[in-house]
């Protein structure tokens, strides 16, 4: 087991480049990788090869992805490959880039296949979640994450999704969610899309299998003495998936992780979705 100071000395090597990259090695691309890549991801690693300890960055922007634990994958539903994360100490990462910062162009996607293998997690934070994805690290550097619930949690959320942003100083944050009974093993089709130029606030979006559940304002409690107008800034953390800053860690399979500077369209998710089953 990989200890969370292990963890973090582990991850500040990656972010500041102290690894040495690794030889190209040939990448299988399959028809649902060639859909995402003509959207125009900033950024897309399919997680299909663990075992190898790094994921290749499939936009050609040389931005190769670092997994510090797994080593096997199940399959998906085109019988691509998927990564495995023990729900531990497993992660993946990449480091920190301006195109991976809500802020840098004022709209943001996050989008990534999800495959629970519990509905109870072990190594949870807070009242019973843990982020999946995110980009954030400390006070100062609290950018966005994709948080999945426990079944069973202190804010009766039984396995809600959810896609945060959050100010860099961390605190409240604003997102989007939706709530459905979860089935162990099965492949859920996650995105999360921002615009901080839409409404008085800007707003987030979240899909689930590339239909829109839920748009929201990035404000927490408008109106209310508690209020937080979230303005997502650029900050310094690298992306993980698979857990965000240690605090927590998903156990499942995560596939085809794709960043993008824009919000990408309601019928893009929709036709990546599809594609999967095609």
């Not at 994360?85 to 991976?100: E, K, L, N, S, Y």
């Not at 954030?136 to 896609?163: F, I, K, T």
């Not at 992306?239 to 965000?244: E, W």
């Amino acid at each position: 087991m990989i200890s969370r100071r292990s963890l973090l000395s582990v991850g500040i090597g990656i972010a500041l480049g102290l690894t040495h990259a690794p030889q190209p090695k040939a990448v299988s691309v399959s028809g649902y990788d060639d859909l995402v890549l003509a959207d125009g991801p900033v950024g897309y690693w399919p997680m299909a090869q663990p075992a190898a300890g790094y994921e290749t960055d499939l936009t050609g922007r040389g931005r190769t992805g670092y997994y510090t634990g797994p080593t096997t994958t199940v399959a998906m539903p085109n019988q691509d490959r998927a990564a495995v994360f023990d729900g531990i100490d497993d992660f993946f990462q990449i480091a920190d880039q301006a195109d991976f910062s809500i802020s840098t162009t004022r709209r943001f996607t996050f989008e990534a296949w999800l495959q629970p293998h519990t509905l109870q997690f072990t190594d949870d934070e807070a009242t019973g979640y843990v982020h999946f994805i995110g980009k954030g690290m400390g006070s100062g550097s609290q950018e966005w994450a994709g948080r999945m619930y426990s079944q069973v949690n202190a804010e009766n959320r039984p396995n809600r999704l959810s896609g945060y942003a959050w100010n860099l100083s961390g605190g409240y944050g604003a997102g989007a969610y939706f709530q459905d009974a979860v089935t162990v093993n099965q492949w859920i089709h996650y995105a999360t899309t921002f615009n901080l130029d839409e409404g008085a606030y800007g707003t987030v979006r979240i899909y689930k299998n590339g239909v829109l559940r839920q748009t929201r304002d990035l404000v927490y409690e408008p109106g209310t003495a508690n209020e937080v107008v979230v303005t997502p800034g650029d900050g310094t953390a690298p992306v993980r998936v698979g857990s965000r800053d240690g605090a927590s860690f998903f156990k499942g399979a995560i596939a085809k992780v794709a960043l993008y500077n824009k919000a990408v369209s309601g019928s893009a998710l929709a036709a990546h979705y599809s594609q999967m089953f095609a």
